[in-house]
């Protein structure tokens, strides 16, 4: 499956080399889609609008320190992928985008939750 994630920037440095070696790969695209969701949930809160595609978690200072990644993973669902990439980087992504729906990722097992596009 086609997944792009955001890991924390150390952890990123840390093992880039073993993670080109899997194919995964930085992902500006996905970057750049997340500053958009987090600029235009801004502009929302700053409105007092409220809803389901707000990122409420993730703010600019937090997102300034976050790396986006991307590749393909064998595993067929968003927990699985989760976990992969915790088992790998040794953290949970916060966000984890797969084929096209982005996911927040919770700090436990199984607290992954759709957001709103």
């Given at each position: 499956?086609?997944?792009?994630?955001?890991?924390?920037?150390?952890?990123?440095?840390?093992?880039?080399?073993?993670?080109?070696?899997?194919?995964?790969?930085?992902?500006?695209?996905?970057?750049?889609?997340?500053?958009?969701?987090?600029?235009?949930?801004?502009?929302?809160?700053?409105?007092?609008?409220?809803?389901?595609?707000?990122?409420?978690?993730?703010?600019?200072?937090?997102?300034?320190?976050?790396?986006?990644?991307?590749?393909?993973?064998?595993?067929?669902?968003?927990?699985?992928?989760?976990?992969?990439?915790?088992?790998?980087?040794?953290?949970?992504?916060?966000?984890?985008?797969?084929?096209?729906?982005?996911?927040?990722?919770?700090p436990m097992l199984g607290t992954l939750s759709p957001l709103a596009n």
């Amino acid at each position: 499956m086609k997944v792009s994630f955001l890991i924390s920037a150390s952890a990123f440095q840390r093992l880039e080399p073993a993670a080109i070696d899997r194919g995964w790969h930085s992902d500006p695209d996905y970057a750049l889609r997340t500053a958009h969701r987090l600029l235009d949930s801004q502009e929302r809160r700053a409105a007092n609008w409220t809803g389901a595609a707000d990122m409420p978690d993730l703010d600019v200072e937090t997102a300034a320190r976050l790396a986006a990644m991307g590749g393909e993973f064998p595993a067929s669902k968003p927990d699985e992928i989760a976990r992969a990439i915790a088992r790998f980087f040794g953290e949970r992504p916060p966000r984890l985008e797969v084929e096209g729906v982005e996911y927040r990722v919770g700090p436990m097992l199984g607290t992954l939750s759709p957001l709103a596009n």
